[in-house]
C-alpha cells in the first residue's frame, strides 16, 4: 500500500480545468464496458453502486466504453446493453459527482451524453484540488509520445475536421470503421515494442514542469497498475497507474484510486459474494515503487 500525507505546498490559482473535490474521490479508468463483456459489465455496475455509498465524488478517466461512435448511439434507441450502462451511470451521478473524461477509444464522448448521464465531461487533462493537495489526472495515451505513428493517428482522429466528417456517416458504417480500427489496433499492439506502448518520461517530467506545485499525477491507459515514486524538477513526484477492467477472461482484474485527507490508495476490486463473479487474481492493495 501507498499512502501519501497531503502535501504542504500552495495550492496554485484556478483555472477552467480546474476542479475542486474535498472529501474522498475515487478515480478508475479502463473499464471498456461492451456488449462482449458481460461480467464486466456487471461487476463495474456493482463498483458504481459502492462508489454511490462511499465516495464523494467519482473519476472515470477515460476507455470507459470499449468504443464511442457519436453520441446519438446513446440518445436514440440504445442497444440494450447500453442503456443498462447509461442508466447506471446516470443513477450514480444522481448521488454523487461522476466526471467522465477521454480515452483513445472513447474520444467522441461529447456534451450530449455528459448531459444524459448528469455528469461533467472533464478537459484532456486535468487539475484536480483535493484534500491531499492538486492532482493532475488523464487518461494516459498523451503521455505514450515514444510512439510516433499513435500520437500522428491520435492527432488526425482528434481533428475538428475529422470528426465532424466521421460523425455526419451513417451509425451502421461508423460501426463498421471502429470494429475494424480495434482490429488493427489489437494487431498492432501483438507486434509493437512494449515502451511504445508505455508513457515517456519526457512528457511525464514535462507536466511537471508545468505544474511545478504538483506532487501526484494519475493516468491509465497502459493497463499496468503501480505507483511510481521519483525525484523531477528537484522535489518527489508520484505516478499512479491506474488498472484496466476484465472479468470475463482470465486473469480476472480491476480496481480505483481512492484519494482523501489521509493520502492516496491503490485498491484493488473485488466484486460482492452475492454476485458469485470471479476472484480477481490479485486482491487488495498495491505498493509504491
Given at each position: 500500500m501507498c499512502r501519501l500525507s497531503p502535501s504542504s505546498s500552495k495550492k496554485p490559482a484556478l483555472s477552467k480545468t480546474d476542479f475542486t473535490l474535498p472529501g474522498t474521490i475515487w478515480v478508475a479508468s479502463d473499464i471498456h464496458l461492451a456488449r462482449q463483456v458481460p461480467q464486466t459489465c456487471r461487476v463495474f455496475y456493482a463498483f458504481l453502486a459502492e462508489a454511490a455509498v462511499h465516495a464523494d465524488a467519482?473519476?472515470?478517466a477515460g476507455d470507459i466504453f470499449d468504443a464511442w461512435i457519436?453520441?446519438?448511439a446513446a440518445v436514440h434507441e440504445p442497444e440494450p446493453w447500453l442503456r443498462e450502462a447509461l442508466e447506471h451511470l446516470s443513477e450514480t451521478?444522481?448521488?454523487i459527482p461522476l466526471f467522465i473524461g477521454h480515452g483513445n477509444r472513447d474520444f467522441l464522448m461529447g456534451p450530449a451524453l455528459a448531459?444524459?448521464?448528469?455528469?461533467?465531461l472533464m478537459p484532456e487533462s486535468a487539475l484536480f484540488q483535493t484534500d491531499v493537495g492538486p492532482i493532475h489526472i488523464s487518461h494516459g495515451?498523451?503521455?505514450c509520445t515514444h510512439d510516433v505513428p499513435f500520437q500522428r493517428f491520435r492527432k488526425f482522429s482528434r481533428h475538428r475536421l475529422t470528426r465532424q466528417l466521421f460523425l455526419a456517416l451513417p451509425l451502421r458504417v461508423r460501426q463498421m470503421i471502429a470494429r475494424r480500427a480495434r482490429k488493427t489496433s489489437m494487431h498492432s499492439h501483438g507486434t509493437k515494442p512494449m515502451y511504445l506502448m508505455d508513457v515517456?518520461?519526457?512528457s511525464v517530467s514535462e507536466v511537471f514542469r508545468t505544474h511545478p506545485a504538483l506532487i501526484h499525477l494519475v493516468h491509465g491507459h497502459t493497463h499496468k497498475p503501480k505507483c511510481h515514486r521519483f525525484e523531477d524538477h528537484g522535489a518527489q513526484r508520484c505516478r499512479w497507474v491506474l488498472p484496466d477492467w476484465e472479468w470475463d477472461h482470465p486473469p480476472f482484474r480491476g480496481g480505483y484510486l481512492s484519494i482523501g485527507a489521509a493520502g492516496i490508495t491503490m485498491h484493488r476490486y473485488t466484486a460482492p459474494d452475492s454476485m458469485s463473479a470471479p476472484k480477481p487474481s490479485f486482491a487488495g492493495k498495491t505498493g509504491c515503487h
Open positions: 467519482l473519476i472515470l457519436g453520441d446519438d451521478a444522481k448521488k448531459r444524459r448521464l448528469g455528469a461533467t495515451d498523451e503521455l515517456a518520461h519526457t
